[in-house]
C-alpha cells in the first residue's frame, strides 16, 4: 500500500497508508489526519481539503485541471504547489508523497 506523510501547520506529522486509487483526501479522512475538513465529500466543490504538495513530489502529483483551479481561488493562502487533496489519486508513483496542511482552511 503506498503511504502518504502528511505534516500539520504545527509540525506534527501524519504517516498513513492508502489504498491504491484512493484519494489523498479519502485517506486522510480515513484516519482522521487533523486540519483535513473535507466539507463536500470529494466532489471538488469546496477547497476544504487543500494542502501543499511537498516540492519533491509537485511533478509527481501533477497540476490542478481547470475546475480545481477555480476551486483554488476559495482556499486559504495558495501557493505554486497547492492543491485538492480530493483530486489526487494514491498509486505506487506516490508512495511516499509529503503534503502540508494548511493553518485553516477556506
Same mark, same amino acid.
Given at each position: 500500500m503506498p503511504k502518504i506523510t502528511? =505534516?500539520?501547520?504545527?509540525g506534527a506529522r501524519h504517516d498513513v497508508e492508502a489504498a491504491s486509487g484512493a484519494?489523498?483526501?479519502e485517506s486522510a479522512?480515513?484516519?482522521?489526519?487533523? @486540519? =483535513?475538513?473535507?466539507?463536500c465529500g470529494g466532489a471538488c466543490a469546496c477547497a476544504t481539503c487543500h494542502v501543499y504538495v511537498d516540492e519533491e513530489?509537485?511533478?509527481?502529483? @501533477?497540476?490542478?485541471d481547470p475546475m480545481e483551479e477555480d476551486m483554488l481561488d476559495f482556499a486559504y493562502?495558495?501557493?505554486?504547489?497547492s492543491r485538492l487533496s480530493c483530486q489526487i489519486k494514491m498509486s505506487d508513483e506516490l508512495d511516499g508523497i509529503v503534503v502540508h496542511v494548511p493553518e485553516r482552511q477556506a
Open positions: 502528511f =505534516i500539520t501547520a504545527d484519494t489523498v483526501m479522512i480515513k484516519h482522521m489526519v487533523p @486540519g =483535513i475538513e473535507a466539507e513530489w509537485s511533478a509527481r502529483a @501533477g497540476s490542478p493562502d495558495v501557493k505554486p504547489n
